[in-house]
């Protein structure tokens, strides 16, 4: 379905350009959810902004259902993409209503299959009833799921979510991510998304690719990924990560003799 | 390029050829000024050098130099004590001390000559009091030199440095002052050696603005008998017709202009350390007794001066002439109407323009250096004094007219009109040049609030570069249109310096009708069109102070 090959991404910097992703592939089969891992500065953005259509290759191709969207020599223009995307601040339209934002990208359809999709698209993200309020009215939950039913009413073949829980409350994120992946895997969708929180990518993901020094580290399904890292430095990371996160759960219950507490 | 089609790409590439034209109509006037300088000979330059530059440049200096002492002086002691002061009437005070901006500086002279004049109301007074019968017995010193123009163009120019100077007061002061004091300081120490450095940036902000628009003025110095550069170009046209020589004398201003830019530059290079951090306010000193009334007048007396005493006498006199005539004269209902049409005009192709840089720039992706100046050079024209651009413009638009003329000879029509000077298109595109730095920075300051993940959801969702703009980007920039479309409007409507030299054979705008009245020493009418300007300047004053009331509530 979406193929990335072996892709070089730069940005301009004081006195030249500075290497933000070097050498990498990865290929996603249909209707998985994969995520992208890493620590913040590790380039993974800038991969989903690459297939967004937002950063031009320096090296690589990337294709998505057997069409080049990204060359050295040019690349499709965003509107074309057929790539949705959901943004770390959802960017929703603050002009229009909850309908309306769904509404915005289905102008080639008739004014009653618009209605339709977005009765649709509100019933499968759960906001029923809010269709006329706007963003600001909203909790920032509700504003998640705006965000998703607007990248999905259009159909795209692929959908990109940039740190979707990083703007909610803690305590919600786990649940909101079982929630997500509920939506996705009921539409079909093809989703990659990125995070810096392997609570995160492990609840969600059929396949997790660990990013580090600006390239893919490791690209596999959680279960391999936690019993067979590749290198010593995912082992590490993926060890430290959860005892970071036994640690804290410990401490949040107040169990005695928890390191953490004294 | 390759084989992917594009709608947005063709569209972005038109966006930037409207925004390199723009660039290309500012420069022109700059460029011309420079031709026409050269074609006047060396002996020109050296007569100019003997007789017309060191008395010109030497008057010009002293005026600029003498209105940034005051203003600066009333900007940051108003600042002060509005910000670390309580006192009665602090509130209205604060917003009160903007009111001087809606008045022009040619109109303050007008109104200031008349209030003053040895037969007026003031100096009469004094006499009655005093005892003498005529004016030979007694009279004030005469406003008609150096330091009667400095006071007055200080006393409406200084809000421009209150304005900065009291932001970065109140959104920087509070935990600088706290440790001042906690470290031994007393206010009049912590003033002088905290406050006062600290707001030096928004001073060399602020006063960038009272000095070009001291450079600007033609009213208020020919008015008070100061020969300044921008009167030299004005009489070396107008009454000598002589065009290189003027076009010498505007180059000698333009470079003024962009020393006194380089200086603020310069001035506030460290503005951009300050600014992001998150402050409480100032906890203002609460005044008691004499003391807090003696703040009160302080306070309240630039704005008296500046703003209180000129409009009283507008209005006063205004009622006495409708008392009289019962109504305005027909001619000058026609400079009003012909003001604001010409400002409308101006408005709309501004705020257009304004639309096409500022948005040409938030979609440039990856831009050549020379591409990505762009936008800055096309808000040069503020920067030129009025008189500068109008000399500037004089040579491309009589190329046009000429080339205009070969072309109906051509085709066989009848010479026809001046397309461009007989009609006020000339003017227009004059105030548009001069203008379109504030409808470029008010549309910016809009599209810097709307992040620009809005406009990639809305290219994700199809829409191409122009769709974006229209159901995006336009909506929200609703308030920010608005905003430039109020200040190029009334900015246009005070201009005079180019609209004198611009305007066709009888064509008056309530500026130059009051310029005419003033010259010709008749003050008949010339009340109700300074009042019309001076009115139509508190709308953008008015917003100001509400902006401002907001950001502090």
Known sequence: MLELDHIHLSYPAAGGRLQAVSDLS???????????????????????RAIA?????????????????????????????????????????????????????????????????????????DLDGLGNRYPHQLSGGQQQRVALARALAPEPQLLLLDEPFSNLDIDAREKLAFELRDILKAAGRTALLVTHNQAEAFAIA?????????????????????????TPEIAAFIRREALLAQRAQACLRGRPGAPAAA | MTGFPSGSRAQARAWHFGMILAGIGVLAPIVSLLGLAAQGSVEHWAHLLDYVLPDAVGQTLLLL???????????????????????PFRRTLSWAMLLPLAVPTYIVAYAYLDILHPIGPVQSALRAVLGYDSPRDFRLPDLRNMPGAIVLLGFVLYPYVYLTTRSMFATQA?????????????PWSTFFRVAVPMARPAVAVGLSL??????????????????????????????????????????????LAMLLIAAERHGRRRLRYTGSRRTHPVQARRLRGAAAWAATGLAAWPVLVGFGAPAAYLLVQTGEWLLISGAPSPRLLRAGANTVSVSLAATAVTVGLGLVVAWSARIMQRPPRWLRALPRLATLGYALPGTVLAIGLLFPVMGLERGAALAREALGMAPGELILMGTPIALAAAYTIRFLAISVGSIEAGLTRIPSSIEQAARLLGENVNGTLRRIH????????????????????KELPATLLLRPMNFDTLATWLYGEAARGSYEEGAIAALGIVLAGLIPVILLARMHNRKTA
């Open chain 2, 474 to 493: 336009l909506p929200l920039l609703r308030p920010a249109l608005a905003t430039a479309a109020l200040l190029v409007f009334v900015d246009s409507m």
């Open chain 1, 26 to 48: 990865l290929s996603l089969e249909g209707g998985q959810i994969a995520c992208l891992l890493g620590a913040s500065g590790c380039g993974k953005t800038t991969v989903l």
């Open chain 2, 65 to 87: 130099a003498g209105v940034g002492v005051l203003s600066a002086g009333l900007g940051v002691g108003g600042a002060w004590l509005v910000t670390a002061y309580d006192f």
């Open chain 1, 206 to 230: 059929d396949r997790i690719g660990v990013m580090q020094e600006r390239t893919l580290a490791q690209w596999d399904s959680p279960y391999g990924l936690h019993h067979h890292p590749a």
């Open chain 1, 53 to 125: 259509g937002f950063e031009p290759l320096d090296e690589g191709e990337i294709r998505l259902a057997g069409r080049v969207l990204s060359t050295v020599g040019g690349q499709v223009e965003p509107e074309h993409r057929r790539v949705g995307m959901m943004f770390q601040d959802y960017a929703l339209f603050p002009h229009l209503t909850v309908a309306q934002n769904v509404a915005f990208g289905l102008r080639r359809l008739s004014a009653k299959a618009r209605a339709q999709t977005v009765r649709e698209m509100l019933a499968l993200t």
């Open chain 2, 174 to 186: 509070a935990s600088l002052l706290e440790a001042a004091r906690l470290l031994g300081h007393g």
């Open chain 2, 210 to 255: 009272v000095l070009l628009e001291t450079l600007n003025d033609i009213g208020a110095s020919e008015f008070l008998g100061i020969q300044t550069l921008t009167v030299s170009v004005y009489s070396t046209w107008v009454s000598r017709s002589d065009l290189a020589g003027a076009a010498q004398i505007a180059l000698v201003m333009l470079l």
